[in-house]
């Protein structure tokens, strides 16, 4: 995956993301309801991958499908919307989407207030009788790809997205606290001037992309999650095979 940037640098051109042709149900005032996310949910009840990074950038080079021409048959027990994206390689070598809340906010716009089912045991230092963190065990979801010569690598995440970063620079960001056992949390980034809530950005995942369908996790059991702006992305690159389409699929997508 030489080819794709880190995730930490996508930052930068995600303000270049495309606004998606089709957003699948439920509608976005629906998504919008009021008051916090509580407890395990389904990433397409409020969120929508409104936006197309790298090649996707440039028009019709990643096509999505939201509930039409998935993967069939869909995974056992399968919820939410299901996915198709349609990637024919241009210049830059990679594509890949984030989905977002509110649709196509990189940052000009808070995300969602989430309360995870997970009780992490210890209150955020910084703010004294405060409740005790809440958090994720994973997001779980499915993938699979039309067969290829050769397979291709998908790299995925969960949270990440700063607006800080982006260029120009944006207000808002995914916010938490890095949870380590026997360690007191880190809530507040110090390094910044002035002091500001800590970023919520675990480390990047990745896997082979095949015909069929395989469940992946991204782990969440070192962080507690305040705001949510990104819930879930992925990108692919054309090393592998060079030119040719590629078409992958993503189903279930949970947090819990």
Known sequence: MSSLPPVAKL???LL???????????????????GPIDGAFLVSDYFTPSGLMGDGAVPDRLMVDINKNCKQPRPPGAQGDCYRFFYTPNQIKWAGAYWVFPANNWGTAQGRNVVGPVDMGVANPDKPGSPNL?????VRFYM???????????????????GRKATPPQRY????????????????????????????????QGAPATAEWTQQKIDLSRWSVEQLIGAF?????????????QVIYFDDIVWE
């Open 233 to 245: 992305g992925y990108a692919s690159n054309d090393n592998a095979n060079p030119g040719l389409p």
């Open 134 to 138: 809440r958090g994720y065990h994973y």
């Open 144 to 162: 699979a790809m039309e067969p290829l010569p050769v397979e291709t690598n998908v790299v995925f995440w969960a949270g990440r997205l700063d």
């Open 16 to 34: 270049l993301a495309l606004p998606m042709a089709s957003c699948g149900p439920p509608a976005e005032e629906d998504r919008a309801k009021s």
């Open 173 to 204: 960001y995914d916010v938490g606290c890095s949870v380590f056992p026997g360690m007191p949390p880190t809530c507040t980034d110090t390094s910044t001037v002035p002091p500001s809530p800590y970023a919520f950005s675990p480390g990047e």
């Open 11 to 13: 930052a930068a051109t």
